[in-house]
């Protein structure tokens, strides 16, 4: 129970100690602790940045996956136009052409129908001539009646 | 000796008892062989088992705070760099928290005085006989392995203290302001009247400013000292026949434990007082 020079010694070890401490121990510590805040604190960011971005690009997508929709059907729309005009010119060709077809057989069959008829129309004066013939060939002289015959034959 | 340790009063006394060495009576240097011895031999002797046990501990904690400090790293820490932040991060908090300075002793000093005194506190859990009975069988008469239970420990750690908290005192608010904050309140006044409050002002604070460390070397000393002595009234009872020995032993266990608490307290507020009174040699009042 002694107070004695032991209260010096320990004042000296105990600055010894201090000095240690605050020269090797604390140091190195708090600079590691400070050190590693900042690192977490860094990758905490960079996951909130990289959430961001993430959200942003799946935004971007979405944008363009919209646009290219609507482009497409856009397309579609386009192309069935096109087509539904396509079958449109079609139809039209044909019935013009069809047309064309029927009226220039309706001009052969006239051209035909006359034809046939200038044959018929010398056909039946020369049988008009014949039957002519055979009825007046007693009564009647061919060289004289040739005039009232041509008569007969331009009126058929 | 032998005859000492026979009675109960001689066991707890030898156990008391420090390892001085100093000048005798008679003019020779060297150990003292009784209490009486060691007391003759005034200031200038030394407690060479409270140096040695104190040292040993403070080597401890630098070697192992050192080591971690060395592997610090801001990656991943390991388990014993894991441990020691755990401990600055804690002492860090209370600085933080208390010390509004810009000092940079402040923190390692509390860490060193919340290590240093938890080890030399948890040595007081280590069975009393077993290192005195162990110096004993070396030679060595007396060994006292608790450095916080000797007065000196404590008031040197705490004198210290207030040694800087004078330092900083006088250095952040001058000689000038250090001297205002002794002699200007509690009581302050006009011109006249201050002169004669300035008496009463000084006394009042230098009373209040000198209580500061003897009251933070006593309240560790005396806690610790105490449970010494539990542990060591406790050890009696071991000689007292086979069912007081047992009773003896759950009650040191149960002392042991409930010491534990103790011992971390005393730790924790030695520390927590140290940063204050050098929060307030920083503070203008």
């Known amino acids: 129970m002694n107070i004695n020079a032991t209260l010096i010694g320990q004042s000296i ?8 401490c605050m ?8 600079a590691a602790l400070s050190e590693r805040k900042d690192k977490i604190a860094q990758g905490l960011e960079a996951a909130e940045r990289g959430m961001q971005s993430q959200a942003e ?33 079609a139809k039209t060709t044909a019935n013009v052409e069809g047309e064309r077809i029927k009226t220039a057989a309706h001009a052969e069959v006239d051209r ?22 055979a009825v007046l060939h007693k009564e009647v002289n061919a060289e004289t009646h040739r005039g009232v015959l041509d008569e007969l034959a331009a009126q058929l | 000796m032998a005859g000492d340790v026979l009675t109960a009063s001689g066991y707890i006394k030898h156990h008391l008892q420090n390892l001085t060495y100093g000048q005798k009576a008679n003019g020779e240097w060297g150990f003292a062989h009784s209490s009486q011895e060691a007391t003759e031999m005034g200031f200038w002797a030394i407690h060479v088992d409270t140096m040695i046990w104190s040292f ?21 820490p390991s388990g014993l760099l894991n441990f020691v932040e755990m401990i600055v991060e804690f002492v860090d908090d209370n600085v933080k928290s208390t010390f509004h300075g810009k ?18 506190n948890l040595m007081d859990l280590v069975p009393v006989d077993w290192i005195p009975h162990l110096a004993a069988m070396a030679g060595i008469e007396y060994m006292k392995v608790v450095p916080t239970t000797d007065v000196n420990a404590t008031m040197g750690m705490s004198l210290t203290v207030f040694i800087l908290v004078l330092f900083y005192s006088v250095k952040v608010k001058g000689p000038g302001g250090f001297a205002a904050e002794l002699t200007m309140q ?18 009042l604070e230098t009373v209040g400013m000198v209580a500061k460390p003897v009251s933070l070397g006593l309240r560790l000393f005396g806690n610790l000292y105490a449970g010494e002595m ?14 007081l020995g047992t009773f003896g032993g759950a009650l040191q266990l149960v002392w042991a434990i409930f010491h534990i608490l103790v011992v971390v307290l005393q730790a924790f507020i030695f520390m927590v007082l140290t940063i204050v009174y050098l929060n307030m040699a920083h503070e203008h009042h």
Not at chain 1, 61 to 79: D, P, R, T
Not at chain 1, 112 to 133: P, T
């Open chain 1, 13 to 20: 070890s105990f600055l010894v100690f201090v000095w240690f």
């Open chain 1, 23 to 30: 020269k090797f121990v604390w140091p190195p510590i708090t």
């Open chain 1, 57 to 89: 690009a799946e935004s971007l997508v979405q944008a363009q996956l919209g646009e290219a929709k609507q482009h497409a059907s856009e397309i579609i729309n386009q192309a069935q136009k096109r087509a539904n005009e396509i079958v449109e010119e």
């Open chain 1, 112 to 133: 035909e129908v006359n034809k046939a008829k200038e044959q018929l129309r010398g056909q039946v004066s020369v049988l008009a001539i014949a039957g002519a013939e």
């Open chain 2, 56 to 76: 040993v501990v403070g080597t401890l904690f630098l070697f192992f705070f050192i080591r971690a400090a060395n592997k610090a790293t801001a990656g991943i």
């Open chain 2, 103 to 120: 000092t940079p002793i402040v923190a390692p000093l509390a860490l060193t005085v919340f290590v240093w005194v938890l080890g030399m």
């Open chain 2, 186 to 203: 509690p009581f302050s006044a006009k011109f006249p009247m201050n002169i004669v409050l300035l008496p009463i002002n000084f006394f």
């Open chain 2, 230 to 243: 539990i542990f060591i009234l406790i050890a009696l009872m071991y000689t007292g026949g086979i069912a």
